[in-house]
């Protein structure tokens, strides 16, 4: 069971900097989703993919981020100009479309810091 | 999605049924409840989910009230592995991928 996979586990950054995280899916999965999580709080959903297609992205994805799946498999989620406010955990999700209420898969996160 | 109620935490002895009530009384006729487990430093576990009828699986048993305002999930003999924060959702139908969290209730099983 290869599961979603992600990728690093953690990341401690600079205020100003920027910050790429990757997401695997299940290989058959052709949806994907990015979600946060901040301290004591559930997931708050960011954005998902259909294939290489970003669907649709929630208001808390701000200009300074920016996901991508090129190619319909693994994904990207990057942040410039980090603040210290973009310290969470950033989730990521698969899904397989077509079959009825298909449940999400996911990966055990990238927690970010920001110093 | 619907609006759904959970309790904040409950705690269970290890052994004993666990049963999580979540109450969603603007859920349409056509909408699911998925419960779905997130365990410490891990990111959230698909455990059921119902339209109407009684679910079972493996993991646990989902029973649907018949006005379907409210449902129980059910970890038969809980055990210590089962601590956890449990969200009770109620994805729109016309958005069934768009998860949306609540702050679940957090169950702690004790020895």
């Known amino acids: 069971d290869t599961g979603v996979s992600q990728d690093p586990r953690h990341k401690i950054t600079k205020r100003g900097q920027n910050v790429t995280f990757r997401c695997d899916p299940i290989s058959e999965h052709n949806r994907l989703y990015w979600y946060r999580q901040t301290l004591g709080q559930g997931p708050e959903f960011l954005t998902y993919?259909?294939?290489?297609?970003?669907?649709?992205k929630s208001r808390l994805l701000s200009d300074r981020f920016s996901a991508e799946r090129p190619k319909g498999s693994f994904s990207t989620l990057e942040i410039q100009r980090t603040e210290q406010g973009d310290s969470a955990m950033y989730l990521c999700a698969s899904s397989s479309q077509g079959l009825n209420n298909s449940p999400l898969h996911f990966g055990n996160g990238t927690r970010l810091t920001v110093t | 999605d619907a609006k759904t109620t959970q309790p904040t935490s409950m705690d269970c002895a290890e052994g004993r049924a666990a049963n999580l009530p979540c109450n969603h009384s603007t859920i349409s006729g056509n909408e699911y409840v998925y419960w779905y487990r997130q365990i410490h430093s891990q990111g959230p576990q698909y455990i059921i989910h119902?339209?109407?009828n009684n679910e079972t699986n493996e993991m646990a048993s989902l029973i649907i009230t018949e006005d379907r305002k409210s449902s129980t999930l059910s970890l038969p003999h809980a055990t210590l592995r089962d601590t956890a924060v449990y969200y009770c959702i109620v994805p729109r139908s016309y958005n069934t991928d768009k998860l949306i969290f609540g702050t679940g209730t957090r169950l702690q099983v004790f020895p």
């Open positions: 119902g339209l109407k």
């Open positions: 993919f259909q294939n290489e297609a970003q669907l649709e």
